[in-house]
Antibody
């Protein structure tokens, strides 16, 4: 069974940094692209960043470009999201999600998703 | 950016009835369209990809149609566990999601 378990969320001040992790199991991690998708409280879904299975290609939404960095450690089956210069509008539940392909050409559909980790940016 | 819209925002349906949800893309996404179901406090669950292919384990009462800019998710006979929020997502370009349709009990 595929399992994704996020961690690292919490309360951070505007301008601060946070690093999210997603531990994966139940599949050959290095063969699949992975993404982070966020959902602000009571709002819809926004794709944030994606990375190919090898880690050689990364993709980010314009709203986080230059502030967030996605990476992965295939030896530890773990996905990361380094978030810098955080803003109030980054407040959301952050989900990691497995892509259906190796992600070399960008993200496709997502299945499954982790349970999410809440990031709150507030002073 | 491809903008996705969904209608209606809320759909009130009685158990056993049919529900029809619409999703529209601001430009053609071919058949690069997925549907997800989300229940309160839970992560989204994939229902449909490729506009019409059911994901593993999804009951046959869920079906998807459409291509280009117009898509439909149909739930043929609503069960109690189907009352939830439904999102569409295109992946023809960088992924974008619709705002969702809430299916609630009439």
């Amino acid at each position: 069974e595929v399992q994704l378990l996020e961690s690292g969320g919490g309360l951070v001040q505007p301008g601060g940094s946070l690093r999210l992790s997603c531990a994966a199991s139940g599949f050959t991690f290095s063969s699949y692209g992975m993404s982070w998708v966020r959902q602000a409280p009571g709002k819809g879904l926004e794709w944030v960043s994606g990375v190919s299975g090898s880690g050689g290609s990364t993709y980010s939404a314009d709203s986080v470009k230059g502030r967030f960095t996605i990476s992965r450690d295939n030896s530890k089956n773990t996905l990361f999201l380094q978030m810098n210069s955080l803003r109030a509008e980054d407040t959301a539940v952050y989900y990691c999600a497995k892509d259906d392909s190796n992600g070399d050409y960008g993200p496709n559909w997502f299945d499954p998703w982790g349970q999410g980790t809440l990031v709150t940016v507030s002073s | 950016e491809i903008v996705m819209t969904q209608s209606p925002a809320t759909l009130s349906v009685s158990p056993g009835e049919r529900a029809t949800l619409s999703c529209r893309a601001s430009q053609s996404v071919r058949s690069d369209l997925a549907w997800y179901q989300q229940k309160p406090g839970q992560a989204p669950r994939l229902l449909i990809y490729g506009a019409s292919t059911r994901a593993t384990g999804i009951p046959a009462r869920f079906s998807g149609t459409g291509s280009g800019t117009e898509f439909t998710l149909t739930i043929s006979s609503l069960q109690s566990e189907d009352f939830a929020l439904y999102f569409c997502q295109q992946y023809n370009n960088w992924p974008t999601f619709g705002p969702g349709t809430k299916v609630d009990i009439k």
